[in-house]
């Protein structure tokens, strides 16, 4: 069967993957201006100075604006070296691995997902995702202009299912009730958690970005999905954290990238309807 597969798949399929993994690369570009501008309240474009020049990318090394050539994703820092074209000074690495990433994730929901709309909306949430994790990794904070885009997201990804997921919309009450419940009750538990953990270890074990991210998780993925939703973020935040002091000689692990991380995993599974998928089964 395996063997042949590469006969059955259309030709589209391969066409579209394409076209998605370049979307990846200009929304892994967009993250990393997020990374960069967002902890420093620089403007990203959508709010804050109307000053054009003020909202340009610049080298952080040289100041100098940058054209075009110098902004296509991951091929610039390719063909540049891996350096400024007008100051020669090293681009760190971070910057193409971040738009690969974005570029593989949203490739990834293209092959698990298929081509609707409720799967545009997991892709466009990915680089705010990753922004999130970032940031959180750097800076140990979850910026709220982020998780309230998410969360806004989120909720455009529930109301189209919502709309579009039955004949009758009474049907689709339940499911609607489920997503609105889960963003209630996701982060109460966890800010009990939390409360819980940091009394019997007298320190503070959970920020309050973290609830709130919880509760855009509880929007996304429902109240049906609140075990699987503490079991996975649980089992990453301890294999994160257990590297993380490996690496980093850290005690404290922000625990932003593995709430980010179970998010995505559910939402991916709860919506595995690919093409691909249907070749191979």
Same mark, same amino acid.
């Given at each position: 069967?395996?063997?042949?597969?590469?006969?059955?798949?259309?030709?589209?399929?391969?066409?579209?993957?394409?076209?998605?993994?370049?979307?990846?690369?200009?929304?892994?570009?967009?993250?990393?201006?997020?990374?960069?501008?967002?902890?420093?309240?620089?403007?990203?474009?959508?709010?804050?100075?109307?000053?054009?020049?003020?909202?340009?990318?610049?080298?952080?090394?040289?100041?100098?604006?940058?054209?075009?050539?110098?902004?296509?994703?991951?091929?610039?820092?390719?063909?540049?070296?891996?350096?400024?074209?007008?100051?020669?000074?090293?681009?760190?690495?971070?910057?193409?691995?971040?738009?690969?990433?974005?570029?593989?994730?949203?490739?990834?929901?293209?092959?698990?997902?298929?081509?609707?709309?409720?799967?545009?909306? $997991?892709?466009?949430?990915? @680089? &705010? #995702?990753?922004?999130?994790?970032?940031?959180? +990794?750097? /800076?140990?904070? *979850?910026?709220?202009?982020?998780?309230?885009?998410?969360?806004?997201?989120?909720?455009?990804?529930?109301?189209?299912?919502?709309?579009?997921?039955?004949?009758? $919309?009474?049907?689709?009450? @339940? &499911? #609607?009730?489920?997503?609105?419940?889960?963003? +209630?009750? /996701?982060?109460? *538990?966890?800010?009990?958690?939390?409360?819980?953990?940091?009394?019997?270890?007298?320190?503070?074990?959970?920020?309050?970005?973290?609830?709130?991210?919880?509760?855009?998780?509880?929007?996304?993925?429902? #109240?049906?999905?609140?075990?699987?939703?503490?079991?996975?973020?649980?089992?990453?935040?301890?294999?994160?954290?257990?590297?993380?002091?490996?690496?980093?000689?850290?005690?404290?692990?922000?625990?932003?990238?593995?709430?980010?991380?179970?998010?995505?995993?559910?939402?991916?599974?709860?919506?595995?309807?690919?093409?691909?998928?249907?070749?191979?089964?």
């Amino acid at each position: 069967m395996y063997e042949d597969l590469y006969l059955v798949i259309p030709y589209e399929f391969f066409y579209y993957l394409f076209i998605f993994f370049l979307l990846g690369l200009v929304f892994g570009s967009f993250a990393t201006a997020l990374i960069h501008r967002i902890p420093l309240g620089k403007s990203w474009g959508v709010s804050g100075t109307h000053d054009v020049n003020a909202r340009r990318s610049s080298c952080p090394q040289c100041k100098h604006q940058l054209g075009v050539k110098d902004l296509i994703p991951l091929f610039s820092w390719v063909f540049q070296g891996g350096k400024c074209r007008y100051c020669k000074v090293s681009i760190p690495i971070i910057y193409p691995l971040t738009e690969l990433s974005v570029a593989s994730i949203v490739s990834l929901v293209y092959i698990l997902c298929g081509m609707e709309l409720a799967t545009i909306l $997991i892709m466009v949430s990915v @680089p &705010f #995702l990753v922004a999130l994790t970032a940031i959180d +990794l750097k /800076f140990k904070i *979850l910026p709220n202009q982020l998780v309230f885009i998410v969360g806004g997201i989120g909720a455009l990804y529930v109301g189209y299912v919502f709309f579009v997921g039955g004949a009758d $919309i009474r049907d689709q009450i @339940p &499911f #609607l009730s489920d997503h609105l419940l889960g963003m +209630l009750i /996701f982060p109460l *538990l966890l800010w009990g958690i939390g409360k819980l953990v940091t009394f019997l270890l007298k320190k503070e074990a959970l920020g309050f970005g973290d609830v709130k991210l919880y509760a855009v998780c509880g929007l996304w993925v429902g #109240l049906a999905a609140l075990p699987q939703m503490m079991i996975l973020s649980g089992v990453f935040g301890v294999t994160m954290g257990w590297l993380w002091r490996m690496v980093k000689k850290d005690t404290v692990f922000p625990f932003g990238p593995a709430i980010v991380l179970a998010l995505l995993t559910l939402v991916i599974g709860q919506n595995m309807n690919g093409e691909i998928l249907s070749l191979i089964g």
